[in-house]
């Protein structure tokens, strides 16, 4: 089992920028990425971005490219979700997750990002 605990969400304006952290413990020599979702009121979760811990390759939705960067810190099992020139449509629970190249095996409990116009 991994436990995932994310950190950094707030209210920032729009235009503004947030670091969020997502620290791993636990079983986590199987998990091979790590990625980030949002759940905006009303809708679905989406997806973010990812990352590999091997390597690091990154991939973003169209949505948040150019804007969002994620990075991880191995030796801290920590990975990062910058996000800057934030909008209102950026509005959303934020959650980290991790998993193999397969499937995501576990979750966050999120946290709260607020943009206001």
């Known amino acids: 089992q991994v436990r995932l605990v994310e950190s950094g969400g707030g209210l920032v304006q729009a235009g503004g920028s947030l670091r969020l952290s997502c620290a791993a413990s636990g079983r986590t020599f199987g998990t091979s990425r790590m990625g980030w979702f949002r759940q905006a009121p009303g809708k679905e979760r989406e997806f973010v971005g990812r990352?590999?811990?091997?390597?690091?390759?990154?991939s973003y939705s169209d949505s948040v490219k150019g804007r969002f960067t994620i990075s991880r810190d191995s030796a801290k099992n920590t990975v990062y979700l910058e996000m800057n020139s934030l909008k209102p449509e950026d509005t959303a629970v934020y959650y980290c997750a991790s998993g193999s190249t397969l499937q995501w095996d576990s979750w966050g409990q999120g946290t709260q990002v607020t943009v206001s116009s």
């Open positions: 990352i590999w811990w091997s390597g690091g390759s990154t």
